[in-house]
């Protein structure tokens, strides 16, 4: 059994900085073959892409994050990491780590496992 487990959110004031880890787990789970991504949403809000992390290392990030997030991932560990900089209360969302064993994308139905997510409050 795949178990995606984010940790790192909390409550911030604006301009603060976090940074989220998601360490998966599963035997049979080939993470450093794996696209990661991290989502995030919003109350009442659809669930938006946020960044992803490929397997050649590559990485793809949202417009409104450019510049302030980055993502990383250390398949030694299993884990992939989103540090947020510069945060803004807009940022306010539960953030969710997605994994996915064939190309990965930005959109939420291409990944079949899924974080149970954690909370980020960006107080103005």
């Known amino acids: 059994q795949v178990q995606l487990v984010e940790s790192g959110g909390g409550l911030v004031q604006a301009g603060d900085s976090l940074r989220l880890s998601c360490i998966v787990s599963g035997r049979t789970f080939a993470f450093s073959s794996a696209a990661m991504a991290w989502f995030r949403q919003a109350p009442g809000k659809e669930r938006e892409f946020v960044a992803i992390?490929?397997?050649?290392?590559?990485?793809d990030l949202a417009d409104f994050v450019k510049g302030r997030f980055t993502i990383s991932r250390d398949n030694a560990k299993n884990t992939v990491y989103l540090q947020m900089n510069s945060l803004k209360p807009e940022d306010t969302a539960v953030y969710y780590c997605?994994?996915?064993?064939?190309?990965?994308?930005?959109?939420?139905?291409?990944?079949?496992?899924w974080g149970q997510g954690t909370q980020v409050t960006v107080s103005s």
């Open positions: 992390t490929w397997n050649t290392g590559v990485t």
């Open positions: 997605a994994a996915d064993l064939r190309n990965g994308g930005r959109s939420p139905r291409e990944y079949n496992y």
